[in-house]
């Protein structure tokens, strides 16, 4: 049985999670992670020694009760690191940018006490033609100048219930699920409706936790309702396919196949065009909810869950190519999706209590540990 983390259990009713998960992003040798009160530089070039790992923390708010928990996003440039936060005791947060040259902030969203505060910010940013879109727990769409921090529509989106999602942007349109039970397309332009799912009148679908994907010319999302949904650009229905689990995570796509999981440990792998499954048989669950995207190669696919376990799968069967899973300690659980350099996996699992951060570099053929930050203590 899954043992869903907190803000999983409290998804459909009742306040916001206290903490969210972790986030990364990589450039080059250098891995920037958001976690609980800090931001992190961490070099993650596999010669360099374990004890000098860490490049630079940074605690951008000096209050204690702010969080980091949102994935963050990198400018086009490389220069400027965007990220959300969130206020652990209420509903409240910000999006904040550091100059990388300085390691400094550079602007921080809201600015004023007059602008409209976008909640707890637990699904990432997503920066695209130097427009930074974020959505939080006030229920409402942002996009917002990345190098000033500046509004770029005359107002926010507001969907009129909270958001955990992180925003997807294809073209002219931007995709957001809220838990109002609709996912939303907004104009980039000007932040104006375009067409929400389903439509006025249609019937309901179930909550929408996860974030949708955009893959070619459809958009992909997840239901609490066990159904994965796909959407043309237009907001038309092509397919759904019934999961045996809730599902919260988006698809990953290669070759015109998705894969993605379910909150029961399922692992799918379906037709882009039909939804139909292309395994011969539905492998067994995996042991532990699946929150995250999979990562998924020309090879396997790699997919963490909820009771501190990372597996490798066979793209063709979804059955175990590893000996055993990676396991996590104290008390880790695998909420996000791994990040492959090279011939290593980076995974940053979300911690009970224990690091305020924590990242692993794993072998993607044996699944055995090759370096861990920080270094573990002595006695361990």
Known sequence: MSLLPVGLRGACGGAPPATG????VIQGNTAYLASTDQIMAVDIAPDTPDATRQKWAVKPDANTSIGYHSRPALSTDGKTLVFGSDLVTGNAGAVIAIDLDKVAVKWTYPATDTEANPGSIFGGVVIVSNTAYFAGGSGALYALDVETGTPKWP????TGARIWSTPAVSGTLAFVASQDHHLYAVNTADGTLAWRYPAEGDSEIGTLAGSPSVLGDRVYFGSFDSNMYALDLNGKLQWKFQAAGRLW????EISGTLYFGDLSGDVYALDAATGQSKWPEQPPPLEGGIVATPLVTADAIYVGTDQFKLYALGINNGRSVWQGPFVGQDGETMLTTPVLVGDSLLVQPMLSGANPVRLYSINKVTG?????????PANK
């Open 368 to 376: 055995a540990e090759q370096w861990r930050f920080p270094l573990p």
């Open 21 to 24: 998960w972790p986030g990364m």
């Open 155 to 158: 107002k926010p989106f507001d």
């Open 249 to 252: 995570g988006p698809p990953a």
